[in-house]
């Protein structure tokens, strides 16, 4: 994963049956982008939303802490322990998993740390990110206070159980086998996002460009790796016009669609235009669904079996700050915006009947009084 794709998740203070169709140079249309209404303020790096039983839960991945600090791939990482899983019930937002770990920069910008939250036999779990790993074991450098950074935890009452580590799964097979990371890691991990799937968990890694498979008893294997991309390289690299660079998919989403197949959202790298859906089928090579969009991080469908993507940056994130985009795919390609004025460094997505929500400044700086929020919009059709 390139550093600028690690500033865009972690730092940046900008960042019936469906059929499997490429939706490449789909016509747009617009729709109204007002309607936006914020149900959520102060919330610390909010990463991707999970709807259960009616309330809507939010992965906080925090703003790191007083230390100890590391040298990370973009500057000093600070931990300590303010990740979360918040609750947004009745218009009110309270903290119902606290003192996770988390690491960040210095103004607590882009906390690594809980990124997303699901819910199976009764239970939460909770998946975490990492910031930086050893390469030969896939250990993170804080020690044991740090040891539940890039695994899947389960809550069992008050205690949280560590599950796999996805990071030590790297480490030891890199299913991608480092293609496309020029100067960075060849061997990295940052679980991202992840569904329910087959009776256990399906996981982007979006440093190990892959979707991966956890079981019912915590063994871990791959779905699928996703192909570096050649694409142009944005303007703001300076590079010459029409010169193309590899761009890695970095999966940041993942939700089983209408039709039992899995779908994967990416952000691809700083390009602009070039970002994807994946359909995947377990034992078959994964197909473009959609593409021509920009640094994906989450995706749904809604009742209609429409698919809903989030863009966190509609000029990409080599670009200076701009709108994210709420964008709809309709089942012949057509993409409709449906929000993008008021979404900024947009991270996650879920919907509830008719109405969407929207996770907004998931990586702003959090030294003061964390500004990530939640956002609501009702669709009219």
């Known amino acids: ?213 956890v079981d019912g008893r915590g063994k871990i294997s791959v779905l699928a790796v996703f192909p570096v991309k050649m694409a142009p390289a944005p303007p703001a690299l300076g590079l010459p016009p029409g010169t193309k660079i590899p761009m890695q998919a970095v999966p940041t989403s993942v939700v089983v669609g209408p039709d039992g197949a899995l779908y994967v959202s990416e952000l691809s790298s700083v390009g602009v235009g070039v970002a994807r859906v994946w359909r995947v089928v377990p034992g078959r090579m994964p197909k473009i669904y959609a593409d021509g969009l920009t640094a994906l991080t989450d995706l749904a469908f809604d009742p209609k079996g429409r698919l809903l993507v989030v863009t966190f940056a509609k000029d990409g994130i080599a670009a200076p700050p701009s709108d994210g985009v709420l964008t709809r795919i309709e089942k012949n390609g057509k993409k409709t915006v449906l929000a993008s004025a008021g979404l900024a460094q947009a991270t996650g997505l879920a919907l509830d009947g008719d109405d969407v929500y929207l996770a907004n400044h998931g990586t702003s700086p959090s030294t003061g009084k964390p500004s990530g929020s939640i956002e609501k919009l009702t669709l009219r059709n």
Request: glycine share 16%; charged share 20%; net charge neutral.
């Open 1 to 213: 994963m390139s550093t600028s794709v690690r500033t865009t998740l972690r730092t940046a203070a900008v960042c019936a049956s469906v059929a499997a169709i490429a939706v490449a140079g789909a016509p747009w249309s617009s729709a109204a982008s007002a309607g936006l209404k914020t149900v959520a303020t102060g919330l610390s790096s909010p990463r991707h939303l999970t709807i259960h039983d009616g309330k809507v839960y939010v992965a906080e991945a925090g703003r790191g802490g007083s230390g100890p600090c590391v040298d990370g791939p973009e500057g000093k990482a600070c931990f300590g322990k303010t990740g979360a899983v918040s609750i947004l019930d009745h218009g009110k937002v309270k903290q119902v998993v606290r003192n996770l770990p988390s690491a960040a920069g210095i103004d607590g910008s882009g906390g690594g740390g809980p990124s997303d939250v699901e819910f199976a036999r009764g239970g939460m779990a909770i998946l975490t990110e990492d910031i930086v790993i050893d390469p030969k074991t896939g250990a993170n450098p804080f020690g044991p206070q740090g040891e539940a950074l890039g695994k899947l935890l389960f809550a069992e009452g008050k205690k949280l159980k560590l599950g796999p580590d996805f990071a030590a799964f790297e480490a030891k097979n890199n299913p991608d086998k480092g293609a496309g990371a020029g100067d960075a890691p060849v061997i990295d991990s940052n679980p991202f996002g992840m569904t329910r799937y087959r009776g256990g968990f399906a996981v982007v890694d979006a440093a190990g460009n892959d979707l991966l498979y």
